[in-house]
């Protein structure tokens, strides 16, 4: 059983940056893809950021390319998402979620909801001026 939390969410001005993070407990991350996902009131789940078990693979929604950034540390057993540039539209609840891909599936970045199998419970991210 993997235990995930998630911090570093807060109010923010556009343009500014965050850097949230993903720290597990209950068994390591290293055979596990980690993904952050997003929802904001009244939308669905949005998937915007994947990186794979072996950390060599990442994955990133159109929406977010070039301002999101999906890092780990296997030693600290903790995943990030640093937020550059924020918008107002990246206002919502950010969740991560892991997934055990290992031994042929290690460089696979899942990208839908179903593809996890532990959740965080989110962190709120407020873009506002």
């Known amino acids: 059983q993997v235990r995930l939390v998630e911090s570093g969410g807060g109010l923010v001005q556009p343009g500014g940056s965050l850097r949230l993070s993903c720290a597990a407990s209950?068994?390591?991350?290293?055979?596990?893809?980690v993904g952050w996902f997003r929802q904001a009131p009244g939308k669905e789940r949005e998937g915007v950021a994947c990186?794979?078990?072996?950390?060599?693979?990442?994955y990133y929604a159109d929406s977010v390319k070039g301002r999101f950034t999906i890092s780990r540390d296997n030693a600290k057993n903790t995943v990030y998402l640093q937020i550059n540039t924020l918008e107002p539209e990246d206002t919502a609840v950010y969740y991560c979620?892991?997934?055990?891909?290992?031994?042929?599936?290690?460089?696979?970045?899942?990208?839908?909801?179903?593809?996890?199998?532990?959740w965080g419970q989110g962190t709120q991210v407020t873009v506002s001026s």
């Open positions: 979620a892991a997934g055990l891909y290992y031994s042929g599936t290690h460089t696979y970045t899942p990208k839908f909801a179903y593809e996890f199998d532990f």
């Open positions: 990186i794979s078990s072996d950390g060599v693979t990442t």
């Open positions: 209950g068994s390591t991350l290293d055979d596990y893809a």
